[in-house]
């Protein structure tokens, strides 16, 4: 079975690139959560939801509702080197490769009843779908699986605040206007609603307020991280590990483990700076990825650093924990409406996904980006970090499959961006 | 055909040349609304006394100032539009109106303005309307009909009142009238597929009165049973069909293109607005759950009118368009396609763009064969 030993080697090699205790431990919370899921779901029947990203969880945790996060799953399959396999399977489905696999391949997981070699065991059939309105394959999800759908319309911007994160925190009925928040508050009791019937147990809203109130905890820790790896003389930890272990935690976000996790994160890469251990002593150049993340291929980001002294020392996943998700208030409904009413979309909306950009680039002390030419709004974010003398490397990738370029390419081109566009800026300071 | 003597002329000449409708109103110092997108409610701007125009790409052209600011994986249509906004060839109008399935558009806009790089542009409106029938979006939607109706009394200072409206309501009624009889005359024959779509697409590019004057004209000229005996295909689309390539290279290939699934064709006339509403309300009312967009939800509704045409006895086969800029309707069309299929109606998928020449090349050969491979099943014992 080639992929199952792929992922042997790729699990070998994650072990010995490892450089936190808390991402072993969470990799094996994670394998354990996986496990119970399975007892619950598959042995018990008990029924579960799956989501996109956009989705407010913290209203399932509160129920106790098992749940699944489609594109989290899918950087697993990815992880697991299973993606080309799932995304040709998707093809032979009929469904052309123009379309995003980036959540599908939780889709796929579950169409492929014959392949007894899946990520975690596979997924059984959900009994509630929830996303974004536009997201056909979460729709032809709940319909092969029977499953009730809740969809999610996000309103339309009209007001664009450039400085959008500072005012997300405490300032966001200003920032994302009373109508569009109203619309959201409609949609989430209508997901209360229909969450409550499968769960079969009404939502308690303070217990909903006291897990709001830990995630709010929780992404203060990932912001306090943020700001030691961008004040620390050099990198202290390695972005692939960062992104990883961030995504782990929010997808439990609201639970006390998350919360323990994302404080002995915090611990962890302060005391690496702390103690001077640097991911590259020799550090040259400090790299920002803008992009949906290279689930397939994490190991992508440290190849860099013995012959360049190049590190990458920043992506969306960990900066848009605290600029997306924070929001303070005695409302956790209308709280967390406000987040979902454009999370993600901030990052792309042009003028404001460049923005933001270019003030991480600044806070990083960044010399360099690479982006992602498949995500929406990124040229303006290249336009703007280039024209405030940031050089940006654009490359076709898919962050979950194998499209785009292969790996030698992909090496080639990020060299020759170092030694033509950030050396010579090097050079001429 | 003689054009001189059907209407067909006037209606040509719109749809070619889009926006010479809206510079002659200009000159008469008309108010000018232009709307990107299907689900806009063109009554609500005739009533206040503005000529709403659609505003479609011209494909095919170089779009050197997208390309700097807009990714690959956006829309050709889309970066086509903002070429047009940062160069001013909007700037004639009072107005620009983007419907939500447009939302990158507004953004890419506004944010060049912003930048000082597009000072041509004319003020715009997101009109932000969601497609779906739920309760807990309906206040959202009367709160963006009523930001619309602001919009457009803001550069027309006239808020219609429902006599008005009930007026523009009337005239859009006979207008459906005459693009219904069209779509009958189409079932039996009675004209090509691009004919017809340049006579249900002339209409967003005339003032309705001009308009009415012409289809009139054209129905009044055709005769079933005009077009030779060729298969009827029926077109699923995944993107909007403001141009004629596609029905054009099917034809060409042979086949004859009796309706299609889209705003530009067959569904540009839609229901009738609800009489038992008021006139606002009605108009919300369509514009949400008729107008053909993508964006409607439950897929139940957004697909009734596929699943009751698509058995009709007229169709004999099912073409689905899927160029390379789709990202929604591929995962629809396994769906589709075996629903057509157990109708007994042959399918073909086209993935290839028809706005190019290489494209429209592909489709004519795919086409063909697709209309031979047909013959030869039908004609086999």
Request: aromatic letters at 10%.
């Amino acid at each position: 079975m080639t992929k199952t030993v792929d992922a042997e080697s790729s699990r070998a090699r994650r072990e010995d690139s490892t450089q936190l205790e808390v991402s072993r431990a969470a990799r094996a919370y994670q394998r354990e959560w996986f496990a119970t899921l399975r007892r619950e779901v598959f042995e018990e029947g008990r029924p579960y939801a799956i989501s996109g990203p956009t989705v407010p969880h913290e209203i399932w945790e509160a129920l106790d509702l098992p749940f699944i996060t489609d594109v989290w799953y899918s950087g697993l399959v990815a992880a697991k080197q299973q993606g080309a396999y799932y995304s040709s399977y998707l093809a032979r489905q009929g469904f052309h490769e123009g379309l995003s696999r980036y959540g599908a391949l939780t889709l796929a997981v579950i169409m492929d009843e014959q392949n007894p070699d899946k990520p975690w065991g596979g997924l059984p059939k959900p009994a509630l779908v929830c996303s974004n309105s536009e997201d056909r394959s979460a729709q032809l999800l709940a319909r092969m699986s029977g499953a009730a759908y809740v969809p999610l319309e996000t309103p339309s911007l009209r007001v664009l605040h450039p400085n959008w994160w500072s005012m997300s925190r405490w300032q966001w009925e200003d920032l994302d206007e009373p109508f569009r928040i109203d619309v959201m508050v409609e949609q989430l009791k209508e997901l209360v609603a229909v969450s409550e019937r499968i769960a079969g147990r009404k939502l308690d809203y303070e217990r909903l307020a006291e897990i709001v109130d830990r995630v709010n905890r929780q992404e203060e820790y990932f912001d306090e991280i943020r700001t030691i790896i961008a004040r620390a003389p050099k990198l202290p930890v390695r972005v692939g590990e960062v992104m990883s272990q961030v995504m782990r935690i929010q997808w439990h976000r609201g639970t006390e483990w998350a919360l323990d996790a994302a404080r002995a994160f915090r611990d962890e890469v302060q005391q690496r700076a702390d103690a001077g251990q640097w991911v590259c002593p020799n550090e040259q150049y400090r790299l920002m990825y803008v992009g949906q993340g290279l689930w397939s291929n994490l190991d992508f980001f440290t190849e860099f650093e013995q012959r360049y002294g190049a590190v990458f020392v920043r992506s969306n996943y960990l900066s848009i924990a605290s600029d997306g998700y924070l929001r303070y208030g005695n409302d956790p409904l209308r709280a967390l409406a406000s987040r979902y009413v454009t999370m993600s979309e901030q990052m792309h909306i042009p003028g404001l996904g460049s923005a933001w950009a270019l003030h991480e680039a600044r806070e990083h002390r960044i010399d360099g980006g690479l982006s992602n030419a498949g995500w929406w709004g990124g040229r303006m974010t290249t336009v703007a970090l280039e024209e405030a003398g940031i050089p940006v490397l654009e490359f076709p990738l898919d962050p979950v499959g194998e499209k785009g370029l292969d790996d030698r390419r992909m090496r080639e081109m990020v060299a020759e961006f170092i030694e033509t566009r950030l050396a010579p800026l090097r050079q001429g300071a | 055909m003689n054009d001189a003597i059907t209407g067909l002329t006037d209606l040509k000449r719109a749809y070619e040349n889009r926006n010479a409708t809206s510079l002659a109103a200009k000159l008469d110092a008309r108010t000018i609304i232009g709307y990107v997108g299907a689900a806009f409610p063109r009554e609500l701007a005739l009533a206040a006394d503005a000529l709403p125009i659609a505003i479609t790409p011209q494909l095919g052209r170089p779009t050197p100032t997208a390309d700097h600011y807009i990714e690959p994986v956006v829309s050709a249509e889309i970066r086509d539009l903002f070429e047009s906004g940062v160069v001013g060839e909007f700037a004639h109008l009072d107005l620009l109106v983007i419907t939500r399935p447009y939302a990158k558009l507004y953004y890419y806009l506004k944010e060049i303005y912003r930048q000082g790089r597009a000072p041509r542009l004319p003020p715009l409106h997101m009109f932000d309307l969601m497609q779906s029938r739920r309760d807990a979006v309906a206040t959202y939607n009367e709160g963006r009909m009523r930001d619309l109706v602001d919009a457009i009394a803001r550069v027309t200072n006239k808020r219609p009142d429902d006599n008005e409206l009930a007026r523009e309501i009337a005239r859009s009624r006979r207008i459906r009238g005459l693009q219904q009889r069209l779509q009958d005359l189409r079932w039996q024959r009675a004209l090509t597929g691009v004919d017809a779509l340049i006579a249900f697409g002339a209409g967003a590019f005339l003032d309705p009165q001009a308009y009415e004057a012409a289809l009139s004209e054209f129905v009044g000229t055709l005769a079933s049973g005009a077009i030779p005996d060729r298969p009827r295909w029926l077109v699923v689309t995944s993107e909007p069909l403001s141009h004629s390539s596609l029905h054009r290279a099917l034809e060409q290939a042979g086949g004859l293109v009796v309706a299609e699934d889209d705003a530009w064709g067959s569904r540009a006339s839609g229901e009738d607005r609800p009489t038992h509403l008021l006139p606002m309300q009605a108009l919300l009312h369509a514009t949400c759950f008729d107008a053909a967009t993508g964006q409607v939800f439950p897929a139940e509704l957004r697909e009734a009118w596929f699943e009751s045409h698509v058995i009709k006895p007229e169709v004999d086969a099912v073409i689905f368009y899927i160029p390379p800029s789709d990202h929604q309707v591929g995962w629809d069309y396994p769906r589709l396609k075996a629903f057509a299929e157990h109708a007994g109606k042959p399918t073909l998928l086209i993935r290839h763009d028809a706005r190019t020449e290489h494209g429209s090349t592909q489709i004519r050969a795919e086409a063909s064969a697709f209309r031979d491979a047909c013959a030869a099943r039908t004609t086999s014992p």
